[in-house]
């Protein structure tokens, strides 16, 4: 079994970044940075699809990292419109220390885990609900694992399409999930596991 989830706080540039780590039963094989959905519209490290990202790296290995953007939880700061929150993801990477890493993100989160691996590379990117509809993306790397749901409201999968199509990119689509995943997080989940870096 592995030890319960503990809370630790990073100095990162708008000042204390609150993470909640697990670790798996072993030595880590890497680490996974799990970044949450928008913080100005609720979300946060609990998220239920945050929480089934980081479970479903913790069981293949990886020690997971779920940071709160600025100005949530316990991290300091305001929301700086995705361009802070992008440094303060560099800045709880550099404090992992992994050498072989996993960025994964939700909605919001997808996109700065996006924008961050455009500076830092990682093993592997998994965007799940990418928030394709804010603003410029950058390509993803080779391998990036997109996951989108069919009936997702909120990012329109035409949305993530269009950011896909010019890369040749595939889109994992999961039938009857909305942008939250409800009753699809085991589809999300295995999804994930079945992809292992």
Known sequence: MRAATRRQVVAGPAGRIECAVDAPAGTPIGGALVAHPHPLHGGTLDNKVVQTLARAFLELGYETWRPNFRGVGESEGAHDAGR????????VLGHMRHERFILAGFSFGAAMQLKLAARLPPQKLVLVGLAATSGELPPAPEGTLVIHGEED?????????????????PVVLVPGADHFFHRKLHVLRAIVRANRP
Not at 84 to 91: H, K, R, S, T, Y
Not at 155 to 162: E, F, M
């Open 84 to 91: 802070g929150e992008v440094d303060d993801l560099a800045a």
């Open 153 to 169: 409201s909120t990012i329109p999968l035409a949305a993530v399409l269009d950011w896909a199509r010019p890369q040749e990119l």
